[in-house]
């Protein structure tokens, strides 16, 4: 493809293609090679050094918004993985203090939980940001009464889409003495 026809496409999707510091050269190289958009987006989501890319998400998003879906499930594809049941729209998550339901984005039925640890490569662009919570809580298998499926310490940023939850480890850092996550 030339870069006439990537001048053509939105200014977003235009920043984060040509973004050297994330990815940049790679799409840039990609590009060229491929023929259509169809093969630009099949060609960036073969590669590993951009699949996580914002750039492959605005490209996605931009040229064939119907992949989305299998686009996240990529995303998740090496974290732990498990499932959860909902009959309020989430996943349960606490400990003997609190509980609170995050929203999976598509209601009842199953919801896929996804625990990626601080160093993985995952766009968050992908997913609907919903909080940060810090501390030692546990994942419930349903949202209403469940056991408990998984114990989580630490850090960790949550995001949510289309019946999918993202844990993503963040690393803490000592700072004045004090560890913050």
């Not at 799409?27 to 090679?33: E, L, N, V």
Request: aromatic share 12%; proline share 2%; glycine share 10%.
């Amino acid at each position: 493809m030339t870069k006439k026809e990537l001048k053509k496409i939105g200014t977003f999707t235009y920043q984060c293609l040509t973004n050297q510091l994330h990815g940049g050269e790679i799409f840039a190289r990609i590009w060229k090679k491929a023929k259509t958009k169809k093969e630009f987006l099949d060609m960036i989501l073969d590669d590993p050094q951009v699949r996580g890319e914002q750039g492959t998400y605005a490209a996605i998003k931009e040229f064939n918004i119907e992949r989305m879906e299998g686009y996240r499930k990529l995303l998740i594809a090496d974290a732990d993985r498990f499932t959860t049941l909902s009959d309020a729209g989430g996943v349960r998550i606490g400990n003997v203090d609190y509980s609170f339901l995050i929203p999976n984005g598509i209601g009842d039925g199953e919801t896929t939980v996804a625990i990626m640890d601080d160093n993985c490569h995952f766009c968050e662009s992908a997913f609907q940001y919903f909080t940060l919570i810090r501390g030692e809580f546990f994942v419930y298998s349903h949202d209403g009464v469940g056991e408990a499926v998984k114990k989580l310490e630490g850090g960790f940023m949550v995001f949510y889409s289309d019946g999918i939850i993202v844990f993503k480890k963040i690393p803490s850092r000592r700072i004045c003495g004090h560890w913050i996550v």
